[in-house]
């Protein structure tokens, strides 16, 4: 694993994001802290009868002092900002804060021991600091300095001291606020890091999070060298175990023998130092199928046939090699533009791929369980789960199509049991009856060969599906134009829009030793 680069100078968009709350955070709580002391100090001396105080110099720039650190809070809370320039909100607010209280110190009775209090308050600011903001423990060092200089100096300039003594305690209470203020930045510091260091796959950094499904979860990556995006994808740390860990890196080796145009690009993979199996692949900036219908509503024949086309156009691939993938759904395919053209579907997530040549391997085929999600299950993936071949994904297929057309799944029911069952042993309303525009019956006779509970009835082959939706006619064949026009009156808002999914759409893992239907 490679190290990151250095967090203090480092420019990219985790880094300064996170630098960013984090200072938005301390101006907000070095303002309150402010702003509650002089609240207080206030009403002691109105309720002394002193409503002078209200208009003396030393409230005003206690007043001033508050809103410097606000603004530093407002600032990094609202605006998008360089690394750079969070850097200088930083230091200027911390430094005119603390420049205001140290001239407010020079205004206050001499009862109030200025000394003490200006010290005081600058020892709580610098320290929240040290504790909300990752800096260098050298650049800490450097600020508490410069502040120090500035305490101690006007201590003997303008305070109303006598003797050496208060600039003495003045000077020794600083260095201590200083030593603490460089061990804290020093520990946080370090620990940003190796948080930093955590995020570093072999040449990939991780930025975003986009996403996380039963075997992983998605981050978008930049690499070290490369400039193409990219993103990643890794086990996440609590569900690590043998079995598990085993079937994710044979999704990896699997799906990275397939060189469909619609199947999603495989670049590296590889294990870190601590054991944590990742893979890079490609970026897909587009919207999974689910996201189309949550937005656009059911889809005309056409397109769903172009996109039936396909993914099984990529299954047909993964079938030849023995690959089934067992989790055909909508939010398993993408659509994105490649090359200029709009509606290019792209087949991720093999995290459930089965072998068909390892099917005696008990361990990675999953005996004695199911998985996929129940929406997309096949009647033989819930009831005969050892004898499931290539045909449960056209039938999964069979069942997006269906959404697609209709917007809702082939069957309902308030549980993940009820569904499966519903596959098993109902029949499906054709897609015609439960939308508004017709469906062509040829193509709808398709969709339903597909949903077939008996697989010898459903199309033989991924490449069979193709070939009756080439032959057939009656459908308008759905092209680029078409393609565009839907993404320029919808692509904003499926950019947009985000929701969770109902818990059926959820993959599942069901152990039928334990839980017959």
Same mark, same amino acid.
């Given at each position: 694993m490679t190290s990151t680069a250095n967090y203090a100078t480092s420019g990219t968009r985790g880094s300064r994001e996170f630098l960013q709350r984090r200072v938005s955070m301390f101006g907000w709580a070095a303002a309150g802290v402010v702003a509650a002391v002089l609240v207080l100090r206030l009403s002691i001396e109105v309720?002394?009868?002193?409503?002078?105080?209200?208009?003396?110099?030393?409230?005003?720039?206690?007043?001033?002092?508050?809103?410097?650190?606000?603004?530093?809070?407002?600032i990094c809370g609202r605006a998008t900002l360089a690394y750079r320039d969070v850097r200088a909100?930083?230091?200027?607010?911390?430094?005119?804060?603390?420049?205001?209280?140290?001239?407010?110190?020079?205004? *206050?009775?001499?009862?109030?021991?200025?000394?003490?209090?200006? &010290?005081?308050? #600058?020892?709580?600011?610098?320290?929240?600091?040290?504790?909300?903001?990752?800096?260098?423990?050298?650049?800490t060092l450097t600020l508490c300095l410069a502040a120090g200089v500035a305490l101690i100096a006007t201590i003997l300039w303008k305070y109303d001291v006598t003797g050496a003594i208060a600039p003495a305690i003045a000077a020794i209470a600083w260095l201590a606020t200083t030593a603490v203020c460089v061990a804290a930045s020093r520990v946080i510091y370090g620990l940003r890091k190796q948080v930093d260091a955590a995020e570093q796959l072999g040449q990939y950094t991780l930025e975003e999070k986009l996403g996380e499904g039963a075997m992983g979860v998605v981050y978008r990556a930049r690499h070290a060298m490369l400039a193409r995006p990219t993103a990643v994808k890794l086990l996440m740390p609590d569900r690590l175990g043998e079995t598990a860990l085993a079937?994710?890196?044979?999704?990896?080796?699997?799906?990275?023998?397939?060189?469909?145009?619609?199947?999603?690009? *495989?670049? $590296?993979?590889?294990? &870190?130092?601590?054991?944590?199996? %990742? %893979?890079?692949?490609?970026?897909?900036?587009?919207?999974?199928? $689910?996201?189309?219908?949550?937005?656009?509503?059911?889809?005309?024949?056409?397109?769903?046939?172009?996109?039936?086309?396909?993914?099984?156009?990529? #299954?047909?691939?993964?079938?030849?090699?023995? #690959?089934?993938?067992?989790?055909?759904?909508?939010?398993?395919? *993408?659509?994105?533009?490649?090359?200029?053209?709009?509606?290019?579907?792209?087949?991720? $997530?093999?995290?459930?791929?089965?072998?068909?040549?390892d099917a005696d391997d008990p361990n990675l085929s999953s005996v004695g369980g199911v998985a996929g999600t129940p929406y997309?299950?096949?009647?033989?993936? *819930?009831?005969? %789960?050892?004898?499931?071949?290539?045909?449960? $994904?056209?039938?999964?297929?069979?069942?997006?199509? %269906?959404?697609?057309?209709?917007?809702?799944?082939?069957?309902?029911?308030?549980?993940?049991?009820?569904i499966c069952s519903a596959h098993v042993s109902q029949a499906p309303v054709p897609p015609s009856k439960r939308r508004d525009k017709p469906v062509p019956p040829n193509f709808e006779a398709i969709v339903l060969a597909c949903l077939a509970k008996d697989p010898n009835h459903r199309p033989a082959t991924a490449g069979h599906l193709r070939a009756r939706l080439w032959a057939e006619g009656s459908l308008r064949k759905w092209n680029t134009d078409l393609a565009r026009r839907w993404w320029r009156k919808y692509g904003d808002e499926v950019k947009a829009k985000r929701s969770e999914p109902e818990e059926a759409g959820h993959t599942i893992a069901v152990d039928l030793e334990r839980h017959k239907l």
């Open positions: 309720a002394s009868g002193n409503l002078a105080v209200l208009s003396q110099g030393a409230t005003h720039l206690h007043l001033a002092a508050a809103l410097s650190f606000a603004t530093v809070g407002l909100v930083e230091m200027a607010g911390l430094l005119v804060g603390s420049a205001l209280l140290i001239a407010m110190g020079a205004m *206050i009775p001499n009862s109030y021991s200025p000394h003490a209090t200006v &010290t005081l308050a #600058l020892t709580h600011g610098f320290v929240a600091r040290s504790v909300y903001v990752p800096s260098s423990a050298k650049r079937r994710f890196e044979r999704e990896v080796q699997m799906t990275a023998q397939l060189t469909h145009p619609n199947t999603v690009t *495989i670049f $590296d993979y590889g294990r &870190t130092p601590e054991g944590i199996f %990742y %893979y890079a692949m490609e970026l897909l900036e587009g919207a999974a199928l $689910d996201r189309i219908v949550e937005v656009g509503g059911p889809q005309p024949p056409e397109r769903v046939a172009y996109l039936m086309d396909q993914v099984a156009a990529a #299954l047909s691939e993964a079938h030849g090699r023995g #690959l089934i993938h067992r989790d055909i759904k909508p939010a398993n395919i *993408i659509l994105t533009e490649q090359g200029g053209e709009p509606d290019v579907a792209k087949v991720v $997530d093999f995290g459930l791929v089965k072998d068909v040549r997309y299950m096949s009647p033989e993936t *819930i009831l005969a %789960y050892q004898t499931v071949d290539h045909r449960t $994904d056209l039938y999964a297929l069979g069942a997006v199509a %269906y959404f697609l057309l209709t917007g809702e799944p082939v069957f309902k029911g308030k549980n993940a049991g009820e």
